[in-house]
């Protein structure tokens, strides 16, 4: 439903619009899908940490695990319905999680921060940007930026969970740090059905 009203409210745009090259049309088509889209599900997501009483945390913490999700990558599922599903497992969970599942200890978060820490870096050397067939990171200068741009989200991260005087929020961000981690894994990318771009366009990243 919502795919199409895009593609109404395209045709719409390209009918009175003159001289519309395909790079103007492909910035109108994302600013389309944008807000019709993705910015609804993100309003229902606050909306829906308001009820559950952790709006706040929900918004700092989307903010937050955003930027590490953008440049790490990982599967993205091909409804709507999925995608908000999944959306609220890797913002909402975590934040339940740590509200309900903490560990008074320090030395325990720190145990834990390590092992977080360690199987990001991990993920990033190996994995990360992990693309999709449909949004393929093709230049190898562009993949090399989000890998640097991911270890620098990481560190910032790894920084709140160390340094936060709030238990909860320690531990909410070591929660969705390992579950944004397992989007990224090749076992997630089957499961759900996805390719990597690189799978896809190999001739186009070998050039």
């Not at 109108?28 to 945390?57: H, N, S, T």
């Not at 560990?103 to 390590?114: K, M, P, R, T």
């Not at 992990?130 to 990481?154: F, G, W």
Request: charged share 15%.
């Amino acid at each position: 439903m919502i795919d199409k009203f895009c593609d109404f409210v395209m045709q719409k745009i390209k009918q009175n619009m003159d001289a519309l090259d395909e790079e103007k049309e492909m910035v109108i088509d994302f600013g389309v899908r944008l807000i019709f889209g993705e910015l609804p599900k993100i309003v229902l997501l606050f909306i829906i940490g308001f009820i559950l009483g952790v709006g706040w945390y929900t918004i700092a913490f989307f903010f937050l695990l955003a930027a590490y999700r953008s440049f790490t990558g990982g599967f993205h599922l091909k409804t709507h319905l999925g995608c908000m599903v999944t959306t609220s497992m890797l913002y909402l969970g975590p934040i339940l999680l740590a509200k309900y599942i903490t560990i008074s200890q320090e030395y325990v978060l720190y145990i834990l921060a390590a092992l977080v820490g360690t199987f990001s870096v991990f993920v990033i050397c190996k994995y990360a940007p992990a693309d999709t067939e449909n949004v393929p990171i093709l230049s190898k200068k562009e993949r090399k930026v989000k890998k640097i741009k991911a270890y620098i989200s990481l560190t910032i991260l790894l920084g709140i969970i160390l340094f936060s005087p709030t238990p909860m929020i320690s531990y909410m961000f070591i929660y969705g740090i390992t579950l944004q981690n397992l989007t990224v894994l090749p076992i997630s990318y089957k499961i759900t059905n996805n390719k990597y771009g690189y799978e896809v366009y190999q001739d186009e990243v070998a050039s």
